[in-house]
Every structure is written in structure tokens, then in C-alpha cells.
């Protein structure tokens, strides 16, 4: 069964830098699309971007320039940073995997990680 | 961007009665190249990340149960429960595949009457 964790800081300041690691069990990273997600307190869904086990990368223009993703086959994890983060980047954080019939299928996920952002 | 617009926002239903959402996207998500509909749905209950239903609009996922069914094509979707169950109470997300930024409806929350 394949499983997602995310970890990392679960307090970011302001203008600082977030980073969350995701950690897949179950099965190889490899060949697969992997998606971040998140979520807002009560709010909906906001994909962030993807990354392929290659390196290659999508990121949601709204975030593009503060976005990166990166992926350690090596491990098994992939990860995720977002700079000069404000009170608005305040969100559970999903990872979620995209199948191999479509990316933007997202079948497995994380059990999310809150991230808030203060000072 | 595309826009998804999901209808209603809430929705009571008694327990055994048939549920209806619907989702509505700015552009059509039809891939002529396959002629699939790249709209998936998510149902997502209290403290738990998102689990996936529906993909290609009427493709059932592995496991999910055959009371959740969907249709429609090009911009007009539809999730239907045929006979609501306690533990369907959640919230539910309709999402396009289509092009990147993915985007998501702004979910319907779903209670029993």
C-alpha cells in the first residue's frame, strides 16, 4: 500500500522560506508525477505544482516565482519550498501522487501538515 | 485558468435518497485526442485529506462504492449518489486534468436532512 507523509516546520515567520519534505512508503517514486496541494483553514483546494522523478517541473503561475520543488529518488522523497511566505500561505499541505494514466489524477495522498505563518 | 463552479455549495439529503452535484468548467475539458473528459472528483471528510471517486467524469476509482456515479461532458459535470449513507458526509471537489494550473471547485459540502 502506498503511503505519503509529509513532514516539516509546522511554524514559518513571515518573508521566511517554508520547506516540507514528503516521504512516499510502499512503492519507488520513480516514473510517477508527484503534486503539491494545499489547503487553506475551511477553504478549498490549491494546486501548487508537480514534479516528475526526472526533475522536470510545472508550478502554478500564481506561486511560479516563489515556488520549488525538487525529488531525491534516493530516498524516496520529494520536497517542496515556498520564499517570503505571508499570513496568506497559511494552509495544510498536501503531497498527493499522480497516476500514470494522467498526472492531474491525483490518487494517492498525504495526510497533510498545517503550516502557519507568524511571527 | 480554467474555473470550476460547483453547485449547490451545501446540500441536505435524507439517508437513502438520491444526491446531486454539479460542476461547471469555464472551458471544455474534453481531450479530443481521447475523447475523455479530464474531470475527476474528490470526496473529502473531516481531518482527512481528499480521496479520489471519479476520473475520465464517470470512471470509478478502485473500491469506491457503485452508489457514486458520474457524468456529463465538455463543461457540465455531475456526481450522484443514488442512495446516501451516513459515512457519505463530506465534502466533495470536483477537479480539471485538463490543462496546468490544475484547478479545483470550490466543494460542496454534503449533510444528512
Known amino acids: 500500500q502506498v503511503q505519503l507523509q509529509e513532514s516539516g516546520p509546522g511554524l514559518v515567520k513571515p518573508s521566511e522560506t517554508l520547506s516540507l519534505t514528503c516521504t512516499v512508503s510502499g512503492d519507488s517514486i520513480s516514473n510517477y508525477y508527484w503534486s503539491w496541494i494545499r489547503q487553506p483553514a475551511g477553504k478549498g483546494l490549491e494546486w501548487i505544482g508537480r514534479?516528475?522523478?526526472?526533475?522536470?517541473?510545472y508550478y502554478n503561475p500564481s506561486l511560479k516565482s516563489r515556488v520549488s520543488m525538487s525529488v531525491d529518488t534516493s530516498k524516496n522523497q520529494l520536497s517542496l519550498k515556498l520564499s517570503s511566505v505571508t499570513a496568506a500561505d497559511a494552509a495544510i499541505y498536501y503531497c498527493a501522487r499522480g497516476t500514470r494514466a494522467a498526472a492531474g489524477i491525483f490518487d494517492y495522498w498525504g495526510q497533510g501538515t498545517l503550516v502557519t505563518v507568524s511571527s | 485558468d480554467i474555473v470550476m463552479t460547483q453547485s449547490p455549495d451545501s446540500l441536505a439529503v435524507s439517508l437513502g435518497e438520491r444526491a446531486t452535484i454539479n460542476c461547471k468548467s469555464s472551458?471544455?475539458?474534453?481531450?479530443?485526442?481521447?475523447?475523455?473528459?479530464?474531470l475527476a472528483w474528490y470526496q473529502q471528510k473531516p481531518g482527512q485529506p481528499p480521496k479520489l471517486l471519479i476520473y475520465?467524469?464517470?470512471t470509478r476509482e478502485s473500491g469506491v462504492p457503485d452508489r457514486f456515479s458520474g457524468s456529463g461532458s465538455g463543461t457540465d459535470f455531475t456526481l450522484t449518489i443514488s442512495s446516501l449513507q451516513a459515512e457519505d458526509v463530506a465534502v466533495y471537489y470536483c477537479q480539471q486534468y485538463y490543462t496546468s494550473p490544475h484547478t479545483f471547485g470550490q466543494g460542496t459540502k454534503l449533510e444528512i436532512k
Open positions: 475520465w467524469a464517470s
Open positions: 514534479i516528475y522523478t526526472s526533475g522536470s517541473t
Open positions: 472551458q471544455s475539458v474534453l481531450y479530443s485526442s481521447n475523447n475523455k473528459n479530464q
